[in-house]
Structures are given as structure tokens and as C-alpha cells.
């Protein structure tokens, strides 16, 4: 096993008060990029998949403390062997499933733009979901994961963070146009109903990058605890407020209707909204290389000492987006995914691995803030864990994955369980149809 022949970067210093220098200037030469690409490499990171800023900076510097500069040897020294794999299994089940989840919505979505495309058949096998997650995969995907250096992903993680900027911009907007005319749920605002932990998983699921901290922190020239948490604190800022905006305005349009992959739920005959598509599905393909760079290092960690000759970082790539590219062929519903990914995997990552850590490796005073803040995280991680996932299996999400909603279909008045009259509805279907999309 390779776990033995990592070798850390990260110094600690003989004053823990005034480390700030986790790594010597002469281990990070020819492999440093701006402090904004490593904003837009953690942003693109929280988007796809997200962050949660505490845990994020107690992680790096339970590194400083323990000389270590990978979340694997950071676990790996503080709790020994054991420790280090189920780290390793947590760290690369995440972003593997977070593969599949990506290749899944990329399906989706794409499919739904080249169907808009005049004088295409729907039917046509070649704009249909499978045949674009292969696609996808071989032109845009392998290509980019194949990189060995996460900094050159700076300017695509740009891209990306421009991209979902216009997403946004579509999604506000509808929520103004479209909103009005779809019929709401009963009891749509009470908050926090019994299922509310699942609703946990999922944000577990959305708001970590903690698997790949170290590659991004790494990639910083001259990587300090007060560089980082200047970088964490925009990114967090950013990406929460992106979040937020996203969540509401896409709650606010289709209440207790809303889908697990927002795109599901408005109709395919929105031109606007297919160009939301169409930006939606580069984003999450721009995204895509920056969780395979992760189950790579794993890999490559675990078996061979952390180094990987050029053919084995071949092999070992092409093998991962392989294997998660079948899957995804194999299943088309993403909300149970998120659930699952978020409940088993994030929120050890997220709440209980960087707090056990950090409250192992400190010495600082019980009432020291990061110590109570420790205490608080680890029970809150372990309950959304073993809750979350009970009730991921017993109460799992309804999937329409591909199908139309109800209110694209001005004939269709068979609903149930919402607020509004039967004309009142039969009065909205039709404006629905017949204005809001022209």
C-alpha cells in the first residue's frame, strides 16, 4: 500500500501561534498560479459541488499541525492506517458519484437543447441522453481530465463561474414571467418538514470541496493559513450567495413541483431557458475534470506512493470516467444520487473527519473557539449521516426524470394536493402556452 510513501510538504513551525508558511518555497516551484485561479478552481468547485468555509480552513490547518499536506496523510497521521482508508474510500467515492451525478444532468440537459434545434427529430438517436454522455465524455471530459496539473484548470473554472452567472440571470427571470402561472402547493412555505435531513444530504452533497482543498491550496505560490482563508472567504461569499439566489428562485417558480435538477422543470418549448440549458450543460462538463483529479490522486496515493508514471496516469484516467461514464448510462435519476452521495460521503468529509482531526491534533484550551466549534460539528455530521441515509432509503424522492411537467400540457387538469381552483388553473395552463413563452 502507498499510504506509507506520501511525502509531506506542509512544515510545521516551531511557534504553532505563528504558523502561517505551511509550505517551504522551494517544494512549490513551476506549479504556482494566481490566488484567482485558485478562487475560481474553489468556486467552480462549490457550484458543482460546493463548500463549507469552517471546515475548509480547520482542514488545512489540522495539515499544519500535522505536517502533512493531503487530507489521506493528514487522516493517516492523526488516526493511523484505519483512519486512512475509509478516508480514502469516503474521498474517492465523492467525486466519483459526483461524476455520475454530472454525467446525468449533462444528458439531460443537452438533450433537451439539440431537440430545439429545428428539424431534428426528438426521437433521433443521436441528440438522445446516452449518445451525449458519450460524447461529452470522449471530446470534452477525457480530455480535460488528463491534465496532471489542476492549476491549468483556472481559466475553464472561469469559464464556468461566467457561465452559471447567465444561468442565474435566466432563472430570475422566470421566476417574474413564469412563476405567476404555475399552480402552488399545499402548505408550499412551512419549513423544515419531517424530511428536512434528507434536504441535508443533499446540501452536503452541494456544499463541499474538502476532497480537493489540499490540490487547490497546493497549486497557491507561496500557500499560507491567512492566503487560504482570504480565498475560502470569497469563495464561500460568491458561492453561497450564487446558492441562495438559485434555491429561491427556483422554489419561488415551482414551490413543492421542483425538481432535483432545476432544468426538469421548465418546458421545453422555452427558447430562454434552453440557452440556460445549453450554458448549464458546459458548466457541469467544465466542471466535471476537478472531481476526476481527486479519485485519481486517491489512486494513486493508496497504490502507488503518489506518483504516477505518464502511462499509468493514462490508464488510470481513461479507467475512472470509463467506469463512471457506464453508470451513468445505467441511471437517470439524480436525486437519489445527491441524497446518497451527500448523506454517506459529504458529510463525513464535511462535518466529522476535519473535526476528529483537528480535536485530536490541537493543543489549544477546550473553550478555544475551533475547539467548541469542532464539538459542535462532529454529532451534527453523525446524525445527518445515519438519519439522512434511513431516510434516503425509506422515503426516497419521486424521479420524473425526461418527462414534461403538467403545466406544459394545456389538457391536462388531473391534479391534486394544490391551492388553486380548477378554472383558475384551466385559465393559467392556457396563458401558460399560449403567452409566456412566444
Given at each position: 500500500m502507498g499510504y506509507q510513501g506520501q511525502r509531506p510538504a506542509i512544515l510545521p513551525q516551531s511557534d504553532l501561534d505563528d504558523r502561517e508558511n505551511l509550505v517551504s518555497e522551494h517544494s512549490h516551484k513551476g506549479k504556482a498560479c494566481r490566488q484567482s485561479a485558485a478562487v475560481f478552481n474553489v468556486v467552480n468547485s462549490i457550484i458543482g459541488s460546493g463548500i463549507i468555509d469552517f471546515s475548509l480552513v480547520l482542514l488545512i490547518k489540522g495539515g499544519a499541525l500535522s505536517g502533512t499536506d493531503t487530507y489521506q496523510s493528514l487522516v493517516n497521521k492523526t488516526f493511523g492506517f484505519p483512519g486512512y482508508l475509509l478516508l480514502s474510500v469516503l474521498?474517492?467515492?465523492?467525486?466519483?458519484?459526483?461524476m455520475i451525478s454530472y454525467n446525468i444532468v449533462t444528458g439531460d440537459t443537452l438533450s433537451k437543447v439539440f431537440q430545439r434545434?429545428?428539424?431534428?427529430?426528438?426521437?433521433?438517436?443521436?441528440?438522445g441522453r446516452h449518445f451525449i454522455i458519450v460524447l461529452s465524455t470522449i471530446a470534452f471530459t477525457l480530455p480535460l481530465s488528463l491534465y496532471r496539473d489542476i492549476a491549468k484548470l483556472g481559466k475553464i473554472s472561469l469559464i464556468s463561474t461566467v457561465l452559471t452567472t447567465l444561468i442565474l440571470g435566466i432563472v430570475m427571470t422566470r421566476v417574474v414571467s413564469l412563476g405567476p402561472h404555475i399552480p402552488k402547493t399545499e402548505d408550499a412555505w412551512i419549513f423544515a418538514k419531517p424530511n428536512a435531513i434528507q434536504a441535508v444530504g443533499?446540501?452536503?452533497?452541494?456544499?463541499?470541496?474538502?476532497?480537493n482543498c489540499f490540490l487547490v491550496y497546493g497549486s497557491l505560490e507561496e500557500p499560507t493559513v491567512t492566503k487560504w482563508s482570504h480565498i475560502i472567504h470569497v469563495s464561500t461569499l460568491i458561492s453561497v450567495f450564487i446558492s441562495i439566489l438559485f434555491a429561491t428562485c427556483g422554489y419561488l417558480t415551482f414551490t413543492g413541483f421542483t425538481?432535483?435538477?432545476?432544468?426538469?422543470?421548465?418546458?421545453?418549448n422555452d427558447d430562454l431557458v434552453t440557452f440556460g440549458r445549453f450554458c448549464y450543460?458546459?458548466?457541469?462538463?467544465l466542471t466535471y475534470p476537478i472531481e476526476c483529479f481527486v479519485t485519481r490522486e486517491v489512486i494513486a496515493n493508496v497504490f502507488f506512493s503518489g506518483n504516477l508514471s505518464s502511462v499509468l496516469h493514462i490508464i488510470i484516467t481513461v479507467a475512472i470516467i470509463t467506469v463512471a461514464t457506464l453508470v451513468s448510462l445505467l441511471v437517470d435519476c439524480l436525486g437519489i444520487v445527491l441524497e446518497l452521495n451527500?448523506?454517506?460521503?459529504?458529510?463525513?468529509?464535511?462535518f466529522i473527519i476535519p473535526s476528529a482531526c483537528y480535536l485530536k491534533l490541537s493543543e489549544e484550551p477546550r473553550m478555544h473557539s475551533d475547539k467548541i466549534m469542532s464539538c459542535v460539528m462532529l454529532p451534527i455530521g453523525a446524525v445527518v449521516m445515519v438519519v439522512?441515509?434511513?431516510?434516503?432509503?425509506?422515503?426516497?424522492?419521486?424521479?420524473?426524470?425526461?418527462?414534461?411537467?403538467?403545466?406544459?400540457?394545456?389538457?391536462n387538469f388531473s391534479l391534486t394536493n394544490i391551492s388553486i381552483s380548477h378554472f383558475?388553473?384551466?385559465t393559467q395552463l392556457s396563458i401558460l402556452n399560449i403567452s409566456i413563452f412566444q
Open positions: 474521498q474517492f467515492s465523492y467525486p466519483f458519484i459526483a434545434i429545428p428539424g431534428v427529430d426528438p426521437e433521433n438517436l443521436l441528440i443533499v446540501m452536503s452533497f452541494a456544499f463541499i470541496c474538502h476532497h425538481q432535483g435538477d432545476l432544468f426538469e422543470n421548465y418546458c421545453r450543460g458546459i458548466t457541469v462538463i451527500g448523506v454517506l460521503c459529504a458529510a463525513p468529509l464535511i439522512g441515509f434511513v431516510m434516503a432509503i425509506t422515503n426516497p424522492q419521486d424521479c420524473t426524470h425526461g418527462q414534461e411537467m403538467f403545466y406544459c400540457f394545456s389538457d383558475q388553473l384551466t
